[in-house]
């Protein structure tokens, strides 16, 4: 079965893999599988925290029910002698004793069903618990990670494999209280079992090797695939997101895409279906030969137990007790084993929960953070920066150096590519530099505490979220610990022009906007944007962002928002990125980027005169208007 997310897991798809997936080689090893095991101390001490309580009962109610067996069959043997002697003595005979007999195993019938019911209970209480304080802890590791890890695919794989350990992982804590209760069961009944005979136990152990080892190999197999196959998963989860999805709808049917999507996904689908169908079949064909030899085991030891009570050397008692003590010892250590080798497997799995959580950020606060300037006086100054992502093979930024002054707005220009957001994300610390360094009033960028930083930088993206969420707290996310502050959220929408836009809503700013809940409504690109620039509003930061501010606005709407966003900066810097030359000629200097480097610098006036880059890719959009 192929697991299923709503929505979309990592980064969109580009092309299309072709070829066929090669098989992995992963095996585990015995040596792996002990090793596993060294992750329950940790597995153990998050399920502690998320209920201690909880963990504790649970504990407690598996170990008295781990002595019920043993004791249910001992009640038993009682019974059935205790009716052989009646039946001999005749009647008139005292039965007292019997039903007193009875009467216990009725009360250990009972005892069981309320504690089995009970585990139950717990386990289900604990899964949720630990489902969601697992979520939790990955969305908070999430927030502390670089953006940077978020754009490599090896990581998502991680983060993949993580979400998918939020779910299910209290099987893995049922399973070893599972295998600790039977082990106790095992020791009660195979005490019984030596009492007799103890060559009983060695046969019980040559009768479940045989399954052991089959299942151990064919869990192998399973994980191997399911390991290998995780970019695959993901794959197919955001094939079907982006196949019936509202965001996608448009080009889906505009484009004919469906086909497309349909076809590559029952590709995908098909050939994990037809490698995990085949260890299936393979481990139906083994397992029932393996349990076969296993059965003859069993049956040979209750050929011997029945030739005793025949010949008169053990009771029908005992005999009772003999074969369902031999029976439950099987079954249990069948269990056992075979459940061993499936939790080995989902202690390996853990791993990749922990993996995730080993992951550090390599831009963080330093350990002594300088205080942020409040206000800030000289401003940021770029020297020599450079910048490379990973696995590119060009520079996005390189011998960068320039100051942006308090009080100065700056606009950015350039061809796309030309690295205007890198720059601006560096300024933000999204990213650091990979040479030279950014300074705020003469200091590393790196010496002051990150959070500070990021509260005095106000950033809208050209790709800012529209979230399915009301329309006061898609302002209010400019700072959220702001939510419940009306009057501020309805100032920022006024500044915005996006008052106008809530005042059609039926539901003004409780509106739910967005098609994915019920009473969702969708807005238009400029009416989306108009409510996005409302969150630069919301802080109060010392150097506001804009990327492409009002792509999506008409030109009065645009002329408007800028005249407002003069009165917003007043003091502050700004930076602005934006094609529109009737946008860009606001700012006090233009900087001119082209291939990552810094190409000219200056008012608009200054770069016309200089008659360069600027001046001529002004002169072409001016031509586009004449």
Avoid: C
């Amino acid at each position: 079965m192929i697991p299923t997310n709503t929505p979309p897991s990592g980064p969109p798809v580009g092309a299309v893999p072709t070829g066929k997936k090669e098989e992995s080689t992963e095996q585990l090893s015995w040596r792996d599988r002990f090793a596993a095991l060294g992750n329950l101390p940790a597995f153990f001490k998050l399920v502690w925290e998320t209920s201690p309580a909880l963990f504790v009962s649970n504990a407690f109610l598996r170990l008295i029910q781990a002595a019920i067996p043993a004791l249910s069959l001992y009640v038993g043997k009682l019974i059935i002698d205790q009716v052989v002697n009646l039946t001999k003595a005749g009647s008139g005979t005292d039965t007292t004793y019997l039903w007193e007999l009875v009467a216990a195993e009725f009360g250990l019938a009972i005892i069981s069903t309320a504690i089995g019911r009970s585990v139950s209970l717990m386990d289900g209480l604990l899964g949720d618990k630990f489902a969601n304080a697992t979520s939790v802890r990955i969305m908070e590791h999430a927030a502390e990670l670089d953006l940077e890890q978020f754009e490599d695919a090896t990581f998502y794989d991680k983060l993949e494999r993580a979400r998918r350990q939020t779910t299910g992982r209290t099987v893995l804590l049922s399973g070893v209280f599972g295998q600790v209760q039977q082990l106790i069961s095992v020791a009660f009944l195979a005490v019984g079992l030596a009492v007799y005979n103890p060559w009983l136990l060695l046969l019980i152990a040559v009768a479940v090797t045989p399954s052991f080892i089959g299942d151990n190999y064919f869990n192998r197999k399973s994980y191997s695939l399911s390991r290998s196959w995780t970019p695959e998963r993901r794959e197919l989860d955001y094939l079907r997101y982006v196949g019936a999805s509202d965001e996608t709808a448009k080009e889906v049917k505009i484009f004919n895409l469906s086909g497309f999507l349909v076809d590559r996904f029952r590709t995908l689908s098909n050939e994990y279906l037809k490698k995990n169908q085949a260890i299936a079949i393979s481990r139906a064909g083994w397992g029932t030969l393996l349990t076969a030899l296993g059965t003859a085991g069993y049956y040979g030891a209750y050929v011997w137990i029945v030739q005793r009570a025949v010949t008169g050397q053990i009771s029908l008692g005992d005999l009772t007790f003999l074969a369902g003590s031999f029976r439950q010892v099987r079954g249990s250590l069948e269990g056992i084993l075979l459940q061993f080798s499936s939790l080995t497997q989902e202690a390996i799995y853990l791993q990749d929960l922990f993996d995730y959580f080993a992951i550090q950020p390599a831009i963080h606060s330093p350990r002594t953070p300088l205080p942020f300037p409040n206000p800030v006086r000289t401003g940021f100054t770029f020297e020599n920066v450079g910048f490379k992502y990973t696995n590119a093979d060009r520079w996005a930024l390189r011998g960068l150096s320039f100051t942006l002054h308090m009080g100065e707005k700056l606009a950015l220009v350039g061809e796309n590519g030309a690295g205007k957001t890198t720059l601006v994300k560096l300024l933000a610390r999204l990213y650091d530099p990979a040479e030279g360094r950014i300074l705020l009033d003469g200091q590393d960028l790196r010496d002051y505490d990150l959070t500070d930083l990021r509260r005095n930088i106000g950033v809208i993206f050209q790709d800012y979220i529209r979230f399915k969420m009301s329309a006061g707290t898609n302002i209010a996310v400019g700072d959220i610990d702001e939510r419940t502050n009306q009057p501020r959220i309805e100032s920022s929408a006024q500044r915005s022009l996006a008052d106008s836009v809530i005042a059609k809503l039926s539901g003004g700013y409780q509106q739910q906007l967005g098609k994915s809940f019920n009473k969702g409504v969708e807005l238009s690109g400029g009416e989306w944007q108009k409510v996005a620039l409302g969150r630069a509003y919301m802080r109060d930061a010392q150097l506001i962002i804009l990327d492409e501010p009002t792509a999506a606005l008409d030109a009065r709407a645009e002329y408007e928002v800028f005249q407002r966003f003069a009165d917003l900066t007043l003091g502050k810097a700004s930076v602005i990125i934006s094609h529109r030359f009737s946008t860009v000629r606001m700012a006090d200097r233009i900087l001119v980027l082209e291939g990552g480097t810094l190409l000219e610098i200056g008012s608009h006036e200054q770069l016309l005169a200089m008659n360069g880059r600027y001046a001529e890719l002004f002169a072409l959009q001016a031509r586009g208007y004449q």
